[in-house]
Protein backbone atom coordinates (compact mmCIF):
# COMPACT_ATOMS: atom_id res chain seq x y z
CA UNK A 1 0.00 0.00 0.00
CA UNK A 2 1.22 3.27 -1.06
CA UNK A 3 0.36 6.35 1.46
CA UNK A 4 1.22 10.28 0.14
CA UNK A 5 1.41 13.12 2.85
CA UNK A 6 2.52 16.67 1.73
CA UNK A 7 5.99 17.57 3.32
CA UNK A 8 5.69 21.46 3.29
CA UNK A 9 3.23 23.79 1.05
CA UNK A 10 5.47 26.06 -0.90
CA UNK A 11 4.01 29.02 -3.50
CA UNK A 12 6.07 28.83 -6.56
CA UNK A 13 7.50 32.53 -7.28
CA UNK A 14 7.54 33.16 -11.17
CA UNK A 15 9.06 36.11 -11.09
CA UNK A 16 12.05 34.71 -8.88
CA UNK A 17 12.07 32.20 -11.81
CA UNK A 18 12.24 33.91 -14.76
CA UNK A 19 14.76 36.62 -13.01
CA UNK A 20 17.11 33.86 -12.05
CA UNK A 21 16.31 31.87 -15.14
CA UNK A 22 17.09 34.37 -17.75
CA UNK A 23 20.28 35.92 -16.10
CA UNK A 24 21.78 32.14 -15.22
CA UNK A 25 19.55 29.85 -16.55
CA UNK A 26 18.84 28.90 -12.82
CA UNK A 27 14.63 28.09 -13.19
CA UNK A 28 14.53 25.30 -10.39
CA UNK A 29 13.85 26.49 -6.72
CA UNK A 30 16.87 24.25 -5.20
CA UNK A 31 19.06 26.13 -7.50
CA UNK A 32 18.23 29.90 -6.14
CA UNK A 33 21.08 30.13 -3.75
CA UNK A 34 21.03 33.14 -1.19
CA UNK A 35 25.03 32.06 -1.25
CA UNK A 36 27.45 35.26 -0.90
CA UNK A 37 28.72 35.96 -4.44
CA UNK A 38 31.58 34.51 -5.51
CA UNK A 39 34.68 36.63 -6.48
CA UNK A 40 34.84 35.62 -10.06
CA UNK A 41 30.73 36.27 -10.72
CA UNK A 42 31.15 39.72 -9.00
CA UNK A 43 34.06 40.84 -11.46
CA UNK A 44 31.75 39.63 -13.96
CA UNK A 45 29.53 41.92 -12.94
CA UNK A 46 31.80 44.75 -12.90
CA UNK A 47 32.43 43.92 -16.89
CA UNK A 48 28.76 44.16 -17.59
CA UNK A 49 28.52 47.45 -15.87
CA UNK A 50 31.60 48.91 -17.75
CA UNK A 51 29.84 47.31 -21.01
CA UNK A 52 27.03 48.78 -20.05
CA UNK A 53 28.62 52.59 -19.57
CA UNK A 54 30.48 51.85 -22.91
CA UNK A 55 26.95 51.61 -24.84
CA UNK A 56 25.34 54.16 -23.56
CA UNK A 57 28.34 56.48 -24.44
CA UNK A 58 28.52 54.61 -27.79
CA UNK A 59 24.39 54.91 -28.65
CA UNK A 60 24.97 58.55 -26.97
CA UNK A 61 27.88 59.38 -29.88
CA UNK A 62 25.61 57.85 -32.37
CA UNK A 63 22.75 59.52 -31.69
CA UNK A 64 24.72 63.61 -31.51
CA UNK A 65 26.53 62.10 -35.14
CA UNK A 66 22.79 62.34 -36.69
CA UNK A 67 24.06 66.12 -37.46
CA UNK A 68 26.77 64.12 -39.70
CA UNK A 69 24.35 61.17 -40.88
CA UNK A 70 24.42 61.95 -44.64
CA UNK A 71 28.38 62.34 -44.06
CA UNK A 72 28.78 59.15 -42.87
CA UNK A 73 26.96 57.60 -45.44
CA UNK A 74 28.83 59.55 -48.65
CA UNK A 75 32.28 58.87 -46.82
CA UNK A 76 30.94 55.03 -46.59
CA UNK A 77 29.97 55.01 -50.19
CA UNK A 78 33.31 56.46 -51.33
CA UNK A 79 34.40 54.07 -49.65
CA UNK A 80 32.68 50.90 -50.71
CA UNK A 81 31.33 52.42 -53.91
CA UNK A 82 27.57 51.43 -53.09
CA UNK A 83 24.84 53.12 -51.23
CA UNK A 84 23.66 52.13 -48.44
CA UNK A 85 22.06 53.88 -45.38
CA UNK A 86 24.71 52.51 -43.08
CA UNK A 87 24.37 55.13 -39.97
CA UNK A 88 21.11 53.86 -39.23
CA UNK A 89 22.16 50.09 -39.24
CA UNK A 90 24.71 51.47 -36.84
CA UNK A 91 22.12 53.04 -34.81
CA UNK A 92 19.85 49.88 -34.71
CA UNK A 93 22.64 47.51 -34.02
CA UNK A 94 23.52 49.60 -31.25
CA UNK A 95 20.20 50.20 -29.54
CA UNK A 96 19.68 46.39 -29.93
CA UNK A 97 22.81 45.85 -27.44
CA UNK A 98 22.20 48.32 -25.33
CA UNK A 99 18.52 47.41 -24.77
CA UNK A 100 19.66 43.78 -24.11
CA UNK A 101 22.02 44.92 -21.63
CA UNK A 102 19.84 47.04 -19.91
CA UNK A 103 18.03 43.79 -19.87
CA UNK A 104 21.19 41.97 -18.01
CA UNK A 105 21.45 45.10 -15.59
CA UNK A 106 17.97 45.37 -14.27
CA UNK A 107 18.12 41.51 -13.52
CA UNK A 108 21.25 41.85 -11.92
CA UNK A 109 19.92 44.68 -9.64
CA UNK A 110 16.84 42.72 -9.00
CA UNK A 111 19.68 39.79 -8.06
CA UNK A 112 21.23 42.16 -5.46
CA UNK A 113 17.83 43.51 -4.07
CA UNK A 114 16.49 40.14 -3.43
CA UNK A 115 19.96 38.84 -2.18
CA UNK A 116 19.94 35.78 -4.64
CA UNK A 117 23.55 34.82 -5.77
CA UNK A 118 24.60 36.99 -8.43
CA UNK A 119 25.40 34.49 -11.63
CA UNK A 120 26.13 35.43 -15.25
CA UNK A 121 25.40 32.58 -18.26
CA UNK A 122 28.09 31.67 -19.89
CA UNK A 123 26.14 33.02 -23.41
CA UNK A 124 25.67 36.33 -21.37
CA UNK A 125 29.56 36.43 -20.58
CA UNK A 126 30.35 35.64 -24.14
CA UNK A 127 28.19 38.47 -25.67
CA UNK A 128 29.93 40.89 -22.75
CA UNK A 129 33.25 40.01 -23.80
CA UNK A 130 32.16 40.74 -28.15
CA UNK A 131 30.47 43.54 -27.71
CA UNK A 132 33.53 45.22 -25.21
CA UNK A 133 35.73 44.23 -27.58
CA UNK A 134 33.57 45.32 -30.49
CA UNK A 135 33.43 49.06 -28.80
CA UNK A 136 36.74 49.32 -28.64
CA UNK A 137 37.94 48.59 -31.83
CA UNK A 138 34.84 50.37 -33.53
CA UNK A 139 36.29 53.59 -30.80
CA UNK A 140 39.70 53.24 -32.21
CA UNK A 141 38.70 52.99 -36.20
CA UNK A 142 36.40 56.14 -35.99
CA UNK A 143 38.90 58.48 -33.92
CA UNK A 144 40.84 57.66 -37.02
CA UNK A 145 38.31 58.21 -40.12
CA UNK A 146 36.24 60.62 -38.00
CA UNK A 147 37.80 62.17 -35.63
CA UNK A 148 35.54 65.26 -36.33
CA UNK A 149 32.94 64.12 -34.51
CA UNK A 150 34.30 64.07 -31.12
CA UNK A 151 34.38 67.61 -31.36
CA UNK A 152 30.43 67.43 -31.56
CA UNK A 153 29.87 65.24 -29.24
CA UNK A 154 31.90 67.84 -26.78
CA UNK A 155 29.68 70.75 -27.89
CA UNK A 156 27.12 68.17 -27.01
CA UNK A 157 27.85 68.05 -23.50
CA UNK A 158 27.76 71.69 -23.29
CA UNK A 159 23.95 71.80 -24.64
CA UNK A 160 22.86 68.97 -23.27
CA UNK A 161 24.69 69.56 -19.54
CA UNK A 162 21.14 70.11 -17.65
CA UNK A 163 19.15 67.66 -18.76
CA UNK A 164 22.66 64.77 -18.35
CA UNK A 165 22.97 66.21 -14.64
CA UNK A 166 19.31 65.67 -13.95
CA UNK A 167 19.33 62.03 -15.58
CA UNK A 168 22.05 61.55 -13.41
CA UNK A 169 20.40 62.59 -10.10
CA UNK A 170 17.54 60.35 -10.82
CA UNK A 171 19.62 57.24 -11.89
CA UNK A 172 21.38 57.41 -8.70
CA UNK A 173 18.34 58.16 -6.46
CA UNK A 174 17.03 55.06 -7.86
CA UNK A 175 19.90 53.93 -7.08
CA UNK A 176 19.82 54.71 -3.12
CA UNK A 177 17.69 51.13 -3.02
CA UNK A 178 20.35 48.34 -4.14
CA UNK A 179 23.09 50.01 -2.39
CA UNK A 180 21.05 50.73 0.77
CA UNK A 181 19.89 47.00 0.80
CA UNK A 182 23.63 45.92 -0.05
CA UNK A 183 24.29 47.77 3.76
CA UNK A 184 21.77 46.52 5.61
CA UNK A 185 22.57 43.06 3.79
CA UNK A 186 25.51 40.65 5.38
CA UNK A 187 28.29 42.65 4.67
CA UNK A 188 30.70 43.30 7.39
CA UNK A 189 30.25 46.79 9.53
CA UNK A 190 33.38 48.43 8.33
CA UNK A 191 32.42 47.68 4.21
CA UNK A 192 29.21 48.94 5.30
CA UNK A 193 30.48 52.00 6.55
CA UNK A 194 33.22 52.81 3.64
CA UNK A 195 30.20 51.38 1.33
CA UNK A 196 28.25 53.89 2.07
CA UNK A 197 30.63 56.68 2.80
CA UNK A 198 31.09 56.54 -0.81
CA UNK A 199 27.94 56.77 -1.94
CA UNK A 200 26.87 59.62 -0.26
CA UNK A 201 30.16 61.77 -0.96
CA UNK A 202 29.15 60.76 -4.49
CA UNK A 203 25.61 62.16 -4.04
CA UNK A 204 27.22 65.68 -2.42
CA UNK A 205 29.46 65.46 -5.33
CA UNK A 206 26.27 65.07 -7.91
CA UNK A 207 24.37 67.45 -6.14
CA UNK A 208 26.92 70.37 -6.71
CA UNK A 209 27.88 69.47 -10.52
CA UNK A 210 25.70 72.60 -11.96
CA UNK A 211 28.18 74.63 -10.38
CA UNK A 212 30.47 73.45 -13.25
CA UNK A 213 27.64 73.50 -15.87
CA UNK A 214 28.89 76.32 -18.24
CA UNK A 215 26.23 75.86 -21.32
CA UNK A 216 25.94 78.96 -23.61
CA UNK A 217 22.03 78.40 -23.51
CA UNK A 218 21.79 79.49 -20.28
CA UNK A 219 21.24 83.26 -20.56
CA UNK A 220 19.15 85.69 -20.22
CA UNK A 221 16.54 86.68 -22.89
CA UNK A 222 16.99 90.12 -23.29
CA UNK A 223 21.00 89.09 -24.49
CA UNK A 224 20.30 86.48 -26.51
CA UNK A 225 21.74 87.16 -30.29
CA UNK A 226 19.65 87.51 -33.14
CA UNK A 227 18.72 83.82 -35.23
CA UNK A 228 21.24 82.59 -37.47
CA UNK A 229 21.08 82.96 -41.30
CA UNK A 230 20.33 80.03 -43.43
CA UNK A 231 22.40 78.82 -46.40
CA UNK A 232 20.37 75.65 -48.35
CA UNK A 233 23.57 73.21 -48.30
CA UNK A 234 22.56 72.08 -51.97
CA UNK A 235 19.28 73.74 -52.32
CA UNK A 236 16.82 71.89 -49.54
CA UNK A 237 18.11 68.62 -49.92
CA UNK A 238 16.79 67.13 -47.45
CA UNK A 239 13.44 67.07 -49.18
CA UNK A 240 14.92 67.19 -52.12
CA UNK A 241 17.94 66.00 -54.61
CA UNK A 242 20.88 67.90 -53.94
CA UNK A 243 21.90 70.63 -56.52
CA UNK A 244 18.48 70.44 -58.67
CA UNK A 245 16.36 73.59 -59.16
CA UNK A 246 14.06 72.15 -57.59
CA UNK A 247 15.77 71.79 -54.20
CA UNK A 248 16.79 75.42 -55.03
CA UNK A 249 13.17 76.35 -55.31
CA UNK A 250 12.19 74.13 -51.90
CA UNK A 251 14.76 76.27 -50.01
CA UNK A 252 13.41 79.41 -51.07
CA UNK A 253 9.64 78.69 -49.69
CA UNK A 254 11.40 78.49 -46.66
CA UNK A 255 12.57 81.94 -46.84
CA UNK A 256 16.88 81.30 -46.46
CA UNK A 257 19.14 84.04 -46.46
CA UNK A 258 21.53 82.04 -48.88
CA UNK A 259 22.38 78.78 -51.42
CA UNK A 260 24.97 77.02 -51.20
CA UNK A 261 26.26 74.37 -54.48
CA UNK A 262 29.57 72.97 -55.74
CA UNK A 263 30.60 73.40 -59.48
CA UNK A 264 32.73 71.54 -61.95
CA UNK A 265 33.44 72.83 -65.65
CA UNK A 266 32.41 70.18 -68.39
CA UNK A 267 34.34 69.02 -70.93
CA UNK A 268 32.88 71.88 -73.43
CA UNK A 269 33.91 74.65 -70.92
CA UNK A 270 30.55 75.23 -69.08
CA UNK A 271 30.58 75.19 -65.25
CA UNK A 272 27.40 72.60 -64.00
CA UNK A 273 26.31 71.87 -60.68
CA UNK A 274 27.55 68.35 -59.45
CA UNK A 275 29.53 67.56 -55.68
CA UNK A 276 30.96 64.03 -56.23
CA UNK A 277 33.61 63.43 -58.60
CA UNK A 278 31.50 60.99 -60.79
CA UNK A 279 28.09 60.79 -61.67
CA UNK A 280 27.04 57.24 -60.17
CA UNK A 281 25.53 58.47 -57.30
CA UNK A 282 23.19 61.21 -58.26
CA UNK A 283 22.24 60.11 -62.08
CA UNK A 284 21.29 57.70 -63.91
CA UNK A 285 24.67 57.53 -65.97
CA UNK A 286 24.46 53.45 -65.80
CA UNK A 287 21.33 53.90 -68.09
CA UNK A 288 22.47 56.16 -70.27
CA UNK A 289 26.21 55.54 -70.65
CA UNK A 290 26.80 52.10 -69.75
CA UNK A 291 30.98 51.56 -68.49
CA UNK A 292 31.20 55.59 -67.62
CA UNK A 293 29.71 55.66 -64.08
CA UNK A 294 33.43 55.43 -62.63
CA UNK A 295 34.54 58.32 -65.35
CA UNK A 296 34.65 61.76 -63.48
CA UNK A 297 32.41 63.86 -63.86
CA UNK A 298 33.71 67.13 -66.05
CA UNK A 299 34.95 63.91 -68.85
CA UNK A 300 31.25 64.53 -69.95
CA UNK A 301 30.27 67.72 -72.47
CA UNK A 302 26.92 69.48 -71.66
CA UNK A 303 25.27 68.00 -74.20
CA UNK A 304 26.05 64.14 -72.52
CA UNK A 305 25.20 65.78 -69.08
CA UNK A 306 22.26 67.12 -69.91
CA UNK A 307 20.80 63.87 -70.95
CA UNK A 308 20.68 62.38 -67.40
CA UNK A 309 18.21 62.09 -64.93
CA UNK A 310 19.25 64.20 -61.68
CA UNK A 311 16.32 63.31 -59.47
CA UNK A 312 14.74 59.38 -59.86
CA UNK A 313 18.01 58.68 -57.27
CA UNK A 314 16.80 60.12 -54.14
CA UNK A 315 13.49 58.33 -54.97
CA UNK A 316 15.38 55.03 -54.72
CA UNK A 317 18.03 55.59 -52.05
CA UNK A 318 15.97 58.20 -49.76
CA UNK A 319 19.26 58.87 -47.93
CA UNK A 320 17.42 61.56 -45.27
CA UNK A 321 14.04 59.41 -44.92
CA UNK A 322 12.14 61.65 -46.27
CA UNK A 323 10.82 60.28 -49.43
CA UNK A 324 7.54 58.08 -47.91
CA UNK A 325 6.14 62.63 -46.89
CA UNK A 326 6.19 63.69 -50.31
CA UNK A 327 3.37 64.15 -51.97
CA UNK A 328 2.63 62.81 -55.34
CA UNK A 329 3.20 66.05 -57.42
CA UNK A 330 6.69 66.28 -55.89
CA UNK A 331 7.56 62.40 -56.88
CA UNK A 332 6.62 63.83 -60.34
CA UNK A 333 8.73 66.71 -60.27
CA UNK A 334 11.78 64.99 -58.13
CA UNK A 335 11.88 62.42 -61.26
CA UNK A 336 12.29 65.31 -63.77
CA UNK A 337 15.25 66.41 -62.25
CA UNK A 338 18.27 67.38 -64.99
CA UNK A 339 21.58 68.69 -64.20
CA UNK A 340 21.81 72.62 -64.19
CA UNK A 341 24.41 74.91 -65.45
CA UNK A 342 26.31 77.28 -63.03
CA UNK A 343 24.31 79.99 -65.21
CA UNK A 344 20.83 78.88 -64.40
CA UNK A 345 21.90 78.96 -60.42
CA UNK A 346 23.37 82.11 -60.69
CA UNK A 347 20.55 83.97 -62.62
CA UNK A 348 17.67 82.08 -59.95
CA UNK A 349 20.06 83.41 -56.96
CA UNK A 350 19.68 87.33 -58.60
CA UNK A 351 15.83 86.61 -59.70
CA UNK A 352 15.16 85.50 -55.78
CA UNK A 353 17.36 87.47 -54.41
CA UNK A 354 19.76 85.09 -52.55
CA UNK A 355 23.50 85.20 -51.66
CA UNK A 356 24.81 82.04 -52.50
CA UNK A 357 28.55 81.10 -52.04
CA UNK A 358 29.79 77.53 -53.95
CA UNK A 359 33.09 75.28 -53.66
CA UNK A 360 34.81 75.13 -57.11
CA UNK A 361 36.42 72.07 -58.78
CA UNK A 362 39.25 71.99 -60.26
CA UNK A 363 39.15 69.28 -63.63
CA UNK A 364 41.76 66.87 -64.27
CA UNK A 365 45.12 67.71 -65.81
CA UNK A 366 44.32 66.51 -68.84
CA UNK A 367 40.93 68.35 -68.84
CA UNK A 368 41.05 71.36 -71.71
CA UNK A 369 40.13 73.59 -69.26
CA UNK A 370 41.92 72.19 -65.84
CA UNK A 371 43.53 75.93 -66.02
CA UNK A 372 41.44 78.14 -67.21
CA UNK A 373 38.71 76.77 -65.02
CA UNK A 374 39.00 80.39 -62.42
CA UNK A 375 38.12 82.42 -65.43
CA UNK A 376 35.06 80.36 -67.07
CA UNK A 377 33.35 80.56 -63.59
CA UNK A 378 34.02 84.20 -63.03
CA UNK A 379 32.91 85.16 -66.20
CA UNK A 380 29.55 83.32 -66.06
CA UNK A 381 29.23 85.03 -62.28
CA UNK A 382 29.82 88.47 -63.78
CA UNK A 383 27.70 88.36 -66.63
CA UNK A 384 24.59 87.39 -64.33
CA UNK A 385 24.09 91.04 -63.24
CA UNK A 386 23.74 89.92 -60.06
CA UNK A 387 24.77 91.99 -57.03
CA UNK A 388 28.59 91.19 -56.01
CA UNK A 389 27.52 91.98 -52.73
CA UNK A 390 25.91 88.65 -53.11
CA UNK A 391 28.41 86.71 -54.14
CA UNK A 392 30.35 85.05 -51.41
CA UNK A 393 33.61 83.76 -53.35
CA UNK A 394 35.23 80.47 -51.57
CA UNK A 395 38.24 79.42 -53.84
CA UNK A 396 41.19 80.35 -52.94
CA UNK A 397 43.34 80.31 -56.45
CA UNK A 398 44.34 83.43 -57.83
CA UNK A 399 42.48 85.42 -55.05
CA UNK A 400 44.34 88.61 -55.75
CA UNK A 401 43.90 88.95 -59.08
CA UNK A 402 39.79 88.30 -59.20
CA UNK A 403 39.91 91.05 -56.32
CA UNK A 404 40.67 93.26 -58.77
CA UNK A 405 38.06 92.73 -60.95
CA UNK A 406 35.18 91.85 -58.18
CA UNK A 407 36.29 94.22 -55.32
CA UNK A 408 32.68 94.23 -54.03
CA UNK A 409 32.61 89.92 -53.77
CA UNK A 410 32.47 88.51 -50.28
CA UNK A 411 35.66 86.59 -49.46
CA UNK A 412 35.77 83.56 -47.89
CA UNK A 413 38.13 81.12 -46.37
CA UNK A 414 37.73 77.47 -45.40
CA UNK A 415 40.95 77.97 -43.32
CA UNK A 416 41.45 80.12 -40.01
CA UNK A 417 44.79 82.58 -39.56
CA UNK A 418 45.64 85.34 -37.76
CA UNK A 419 42.84 88.40 -37.96
CA UNK A 420 45.58 90.61 -39.82
CA UNK A 421 46.25 87.98 -42.45
CA UNK A 422 43.02 87.44 -43.24
CA UNK A 423 42.46 91.31 -43.22
CA UNK A 424 45.36 91.52 -45.44
CA UNK A 425 43.62 88.87 -47.96
CA UNK A 426 40.72 90.67 -47.87
CA UNK A 427 38.66 88.27 -46.04
CA UNK A 428 35.58 89.28 -44.17
CA UNK A 429 33.80 85.96 -43.87
CA UNK A 430 35.39 82.52 -42.22
CA UNK A 431 33.43 78.90 -43.69
CA UNK A 432 33.83 76.74 -40.21
CA UNK A 433 33.13 73.27 -39.84
CA UNK A 434 32.39 72.30 -36.70
CA UNK A 435 35.59 70.28 -35.59
CA UNK A 436 37.76 73.36 -36.71
CA UNK A 437 36.68 76.29 -34.12
CA UNK A 438 35.46 76.71 -30.60
CA UNK A 439 33.32 79.14 -29.05
CA UNK A 440 36.44 81.49 -27.84
CA UNK A 441 37.68 81.71 -31.13
CA UNK A 442 34.72 82.57 -32.72
CA UNK A 443 34.26 85.24 -29.91
CA UNK A 444 37.54 86.41 -31.41
CA UNK A 445 36.94 86.20 -35.08
CA UNK A 446 33.63 88.15 -34.22
CA UNK A 447 35.56 91.17 -32.23
CA UNK A 448 38.35 91.78 -34.95
CA UNK A 449 34.68 92.36 -37.92
CA UNK A 450 35.40 88.68 -39.09
CA UNK A 451 31.94 86.91 -39.68
CA UNK A 452 31.83 82.81 -39.39
CA UNK A 453 29.84 81.03 -41.29
CA UNK A 454 29.23 77.28 -39.94
CA UNK A 455 28.73 74.17 -41.48
CA UNK A 456 26.59 71.36 -42.08
CA UNK A 457 24.08 72.11 -39.45
CA UNK A 458 21.29 69.80 -39.36
CA UNK A 459 20.12 69.35 -35.43
CA UNK A 460 17.98 71.37 -33.90
CA UNK A 461 19.95 71.47 -30.79
CA UNK A 462 23.38 72.06 -32.59
CA UNK A 463 21.82 75.05 -34.47
CA UNK A 464 20.47 76.13 -30.57
CA UNK A 465 24.01 76.27 -29.54
CA UNK A 466 25.19 78.63 -32.78
CA UNK A 467 22.72 80.91 -32.14
CA UNK A 468 23.43 81.21 -28.37
CA UNK A 469 26.44 82.01 -28.71
CA UNK A 470 26.18 84.65 -31.82
CA UNK A 471 26.93 82.62 -34.85
CA UNK A 472 25.10 84.76 -37.90
CA UNK A 473 24.73 81.90 -40.55
CA UNK A 474 24.97 78.31 -40.61
CA UNK A 475 24.92 76.16 -43.93
CA UNK A 476 22.35 73.25 -43.30
CA UNK A 477 20.83 70.15 -45.09
CA UNK A 478 17.14 70.88 -43.35
CA UNK A 479 16.27 74.75 -43.61
CA UNK A 480 12.91 72.93 -44.15
CA UNK A 481 12.93 72.14 -40.24
CA UNK A 482 15.04 74.83 -39.13
CA UNK A 483 13.48 77.99 -40.44
CA UNK A 484 10.64 76.74 -38.16
CA UNK A 485 12.26 76.88 -34.30
CA UNK A 486 11.10 79.81 -32.49
CA UNK A 487 13.60 79.97 -30.32
CA UNK A 488 16.83 77.77 -28.89
CA UNK A 489 16.28 74.70 -27.50
CA UNK A 490 16.87 73.81 -23.99
CA UNK A 491 17.06 78.07 -23.31
CA UNK A 492 16.73 78.93 -19.63
CA UNK A 493 17.54 82.05 -17.59
CA UNK A 494 20.26 81.58 -14.96
CA UNK A 495 17.48 81.76 -12.31
CA UNK A 496 15.23 79.31 -14.06
CA UNK A 497 18.54 76.70 -14.13
CA UNK A 498 19.11 77.83 -10.11
CA UNK A 499 15.33 76.69 -9.53
CA UNK A 500 15.85 73.37 -11.50
CA UNK A 501 18.95 72.56 -9.51
CA UNK A 502 17.66 73.35 -5.79
CA UNK A 503 14.12 71.44 -6.68
CA UNK A 504 16.08 68.23 -8.57
CA UNK A 505 18.37 68.34 -5.39
CA UNK A 506 15.36 68.10 -2.67
CA UNK A 507 13.68 65.79 -4.54
CA UNK A 508 16.36 63.66 -4.76
CA UNK A 509 17.36 63.78 -1.09
CA UNK A 510 13.57 63.12 0.04
CA UNK A 511 13.50 60.31 -1.95
CA UNK A 512 16.86 58.64 -0.75
CA UNK A 513 15.87 59.29 2.69
CA UNK A 514 12.89 57.58 2.21
CA UNK A 515 14.42 55.07 0.38
CA UNK A 516 17.11 54.67 3.64
CA UNK A 517 14.20 54.65 5.61
CA UNK A 518 12.29 52.18 4.19
CA UNK A 519 15.26 49.49 3.74
CA UNK A 520 16.29 50.21 7.72
CA UNK A 521 12.65 49.40 8.47
CA UNK A 522 12.52 46.28 5.99
CA UNK A 523 15.88 44.67 7.58
CA UNK A 524 14.75 45.11 11.36
CA UNK A 525 11.71 43.36 10.53
CA UNK A 526 12.89 40.88 8.79
CA UNK A 527 15.99 40.25 12.17
CA UNK A 528 12.75 40.33 14.21
CA UNK A 529 11.09 37.63 12.07
CA UNK A 530 14.33 35.63 12.43
CA UNK A 531 14.66 36.07 16.30
CA UNK A 532 11.25 34.79 17.16
CA UNK A 533 11.33 31.93 15.16
CA UNK A 534 15.21 30.99 16.92
CA UNK A 535 13.06 31.58 20.32
CA UNK A 536 9.78 29.11 19.86
CA UNK A 537 10.53 26.01 22.14
CA UNK A 538 9.98 23.67 19.54
CA UNK A 539 12.20 25.41 17.09
CA UNK A 540 15.26 25.85 19.42
CA UNK A 541 17.00 23.68 17.92
CA UNK A 542 16.39 22.35 14.28
CA UNK A 543 16.63 18.04 14.68
CA UNK A 544 17.61 16.84 10.96
CA UNK A 545 17.07 13.36 11.98
CA UNK A 546 13.46 13.96 12.45
CA UNK A 547 13.24 16.16 9.09
CA UNK A 548 14.70 13.58 7.26
CA UNK A 549 12.47 11.03 8.61
CA UNK A 550 8.74 12.85 8.06
CA UNK A 551 10.76 12.98 4.57
CA UNK A 552 11.22 9.82 4.01
CA UNK A 553 9.24 7.67 6.01
CA UNK A 554 5.08 7.41 7.39
CA UNK A 555 4.50 4.59 9.65
CA UNK A 556 0.95 3.70 9.77
CA UNK A 557 0.08 3.60 13.51
CA UNK A 558 -0.64 -0.08 14.09
CA UNK A 559 0.62 -1.81 10.69
CA UNK A 560 4.13 -3.19 10.66
CA UNK A 561 7.65 -2.31 12.04
CA UNK A 562 9.96 0.21 10.76
CA UNK A 563 12.56 -3.34 10.16
CA UNK A 564 9.97 -3.85 7.97
CA UNK A 565 9.42 -0.56 5.75
CA UNK A 566 11.65 0.13 2.46
CA UNK A 567 11.54 2.95 0.56
CA UNK A 568 10.13 3.02 -3.21
CA UNK A 569 12.64 4.81 -5.17
CA UNK A 570 11.79 8.79 -5.77
CA UNK A 571 13.86 10.73 -7.49
CA UNK A 572 14.31 14.49 -7.00
CA UNK A 573 16.38 17.39 -8.38
CA UNK A 574 19.26 14.86 -9.27
CA UNK A 575 18.81 12.55 -6.43
CA UNK A 576 17.53 9.20 -5.13
CA UNK A 577 16.81 8.09 -2.12
CA UNK A 578 18.13 4.26 -1.61
CA UNK A 579 16.38 1.34 -0.12
CA UNK A 580 16.82 1.59 4.02
CA UNK A 581 16.43 -1.37 6.41
CA UNK A 582 18.36 -0.93 9.09
CA UNK A 583 17.06 1.76 11.57
CA UNK A 584 19.63 1.69 13.93
CA UNK A 585 22.03 2.70 11.17
CA UNK A 586 24.23 6.34 11.97
CA UNK A 587 23.10 7.84 8.91
CA UNK A 588 20.19 5.52 7.30
CA UNK A 589 18.99 8.61 4.56
CA UNK A 590 22.22 8.53 2.42
CA UNK A 591 21.59 10.09 -0.77
CA UNK A 592 23.29 8.97 -3.88
CA UNK A 593 25.28 12.17 -4.97
CA UNK A 594 25.58 13.44 -1.36
CA UNK A 595 23.37 13.72 2.11
CA UNK A 596 20.09 15.25 2.39
CA UNK A 597 21.03 17.99 4.12
CA UNK A 598 18.73 21.07 5.33
CA UNK A 599 19.25 23.36 3.38
CA UNK A 600 17.47 20.94 0.71
CA UNK A 601 14.82 20.04 2.61
CA UNK A 602 13.87 23.79 3.00
CA UNK A 603 13.99 23.89 -0.64
CA UNK A 604 11.74 21.44 -1.78
CA UNK A 605 8.09 22.15 -3.21
CA UNK A 606 4.71 20.48 -2.78
CA UNK A 607 7.09 17.68 -2.05
CA UNK A 608 5.04 14.18 -1.50
CA UNK A 609 6.06 10.92 0.41
CA UNK A 610 5.22 7.77 -0.86
CA UNK A 611 5.67 4.88 1.19
CA UNK A 612 5.07 0.91 0.96
CA UNK A 613 3.60 -0.80 3.99
Known amino acids: MVMHQPLQNYRRNYAVSAVTGCLGC ?18 WFATLVLTYAYAIGWLYYWLVAKNDLDDFNWYMYDLLGEWHRLYWVMVYMTAVIFSYLSFLVIFSVIHLILGYELYLHVIHKAFLIMVLGSCLVATVILTEIWRTEWALVSISLQVFS ?40 AMVLLYLAPLLID ?30 MLAYRKAALYDVFG ?32 GYERSHASSFNMSQLSELNAGSWFLRDDPFRTARSLTNLDRI ?42 NKTLSVVLA ?25 FVYVSNEKNTSENLHKMGVTKLNMMVSQIDGAEFEHFHNENISVNMYVVNSPWLFSYYWCIGVETVTTNGCNRLSKIQAPLLQM ?21 IIILVQRYRHIHHFEQQESIRLKPSCTRL ?33 EATDVTDMNYQNPYQLEGGNLDDSFLLSLEDSTVRVAL
Open 26 to 43: RWQRYQQSKSKTRKRDKL
Open 162 to 201: PILWIAAVILVTILTWPVTAVCFGSIGTGLKVAWFAMYCV
Open 215 to 244: SPCIAEQAVLPEKPLLVAHRGASEISPENT
Open 259 to 290: LETDVQISYDGIPFLMHDNNLKRTTNVNDIFP
Open 333 to 374: AISRQKIPTLKEFVEFCRKMNKSFIFDLRQPPLQHPYHESYL
Open 384 to 408: SGIQESQVWWLPDARRSAIRSVASD
Open 493 to 513: TPYQFFLCWIVADLISITAAI
Open 543 to 575: NSTSMKEKLLFMIDQGRGSRSEISTINRPYGGF
